[in-house]
């Protein structure tokens, strides 16, 4: 018998089995035999090497023509064996139970950004964006940060070209803000940054930050420290202890940072707080008259205050959340206890 018509009489003799199978059991046994790992189809499809090269293009096509016409009547031979002699009516519960698909909730690290952003926005403060990708000059010497600086170390950021990286904060939207608009000036930017920091239970090397900026004349560290107190309250209730202590910022002068009472021991000192009964919030300080002079501001008529925190810091804060690591694994049993 010829390669062509042995394989004309597996495809009849197959087809009439799984026609006639009546039972689970008996279309299993068709589906194994014709169609299982060590099947009759694979059995041809093994020889198919041994064809003549003359015939074996159109040995191929039909060894695939009968393994596509043997999948068809095995999914019809399914199909009714399952449904027995019941009607589609028949078979269809209405008594049952829908699944309801399962809505999408805030992430909390979102939830705590929209409610950083409405309290500013209430105090008068605009949101204003800007890239992720920036230029050395909006993420450094706009800022006050010389080409000398240990922060512009390579090991320290995500370079893309010798002139482009991800920035590493929020700032260069402020320089971009002040360089088209004069005072007076109130804004707040959120947005996602980049640092090459070890992940650990306080660190990752992609976080979202809020920097806010305000400029007019007569601002002064009285007025900061109001605003980034009604904010505290804000967040955290108005029993809320903070304090400001000396700190160090290239874009700032004086430079500040602020303090909460820890939100895991109330004060009360733990691990976590490392026994000091506060916890570091935020950086801030008076804009360095530096980076008026960058964007042209008169920085003798003009004074201003700015501020950077990072969200997911914030929200540990606010949820007593001890690794920020499980703000970004994304496991739902964690998220669930913060959806509303």
């Known amino acids: 018998m010829t390669v062509k018509g042995e394989l004309a009489k597996i495809r009849e003799e197959g087809l009439k089995e799984f026609r006639a199978a009546q039972s689970a059991e008996e279309v299993e046994a068709a589906r194994i035999k014709y169609m299982g790992r060590k099947g009759l189809v694979s059995a041809q499809f093994s020889k198919l090497g041994t064809v003549e090269p003359e015939l074996r293009a159109e040995t191929g096509k039909a060894l ?13 031979a399914e199909e009714r064996v399952k449904g027995g002699k019941a009607t589609p009516r028949e078979r269809l519960d209405l008594t ?3 699944k309801r698909p399962e809505r999408g909730r805030y992430h909390p690290i979102t939830m705590v950004q929209e409610e950083m952003i409405e309290i500013f926005q209430g105090l008068g403060f605009e949101v204003v964006e800007g890239p992720e990708v920036e230029i050395e000059f909006y993420n450094f010497e706009g800022l006050n940060i010389p080409k000398e600086h240990p922060a512009r170390e390579p090991r320290d950021n995500f370079y893309i070209s010798d002139d482009l990286l991800l920035r590493t904060q929020t700032s260069p939207v402020q320089i971009r803000a002040m360089e088209k608009r004069k005072p007076p000036v109130r804004l707040v930017s959120p947005g996602r940054v980049y640092r090459p920091d070890t992940v650990d239970s306080t660190h990752h090397y992609m976080f979202t930050q809020i920097e806010g900026l305000m400029v007019e004349r007569g601002v002064s560290f009285a ?32 430079s500040a940072q602020m303090d909460i009472g820890c939100t895991f021991c109330a004060g009360k000192k733990c691990d976590v707080c490392g026994g000091t009964g506060w916890l570091e919030l935020l950086g801030c300080g008076m804009v360095h008259p530096n980076v008026f002079k960058v964007v042209g501001y008169d920085y003798e008529e003009f004074t201003g205050w700015a501020f950077g925190v990072g969200v997911e810091r914030l929200a540990m804060r606010k949820y007593g959340i001890n690794d920020i690591r499980l703000l970004t694994e994304n496991d739902v049993r964690f998220l669930r206890q913060f959806w509303k």
């Open 64 to 76: 695939n023509e009968m393994k596509g016409a043997f999948s068809k009547a095995l999914n019809e």
């Open 96 to 98: 049952i139970p829908g």
């Open 223 to 254: 007025d900061l420290k109001g605003v980034l107190e009604l904010f505290a309250k804000g967040m955290f209730g108005e029993d809320v202890k903070t304090r400001f202590v000396p700190s160090y910022f290239p874009f700032t002068e004086p």
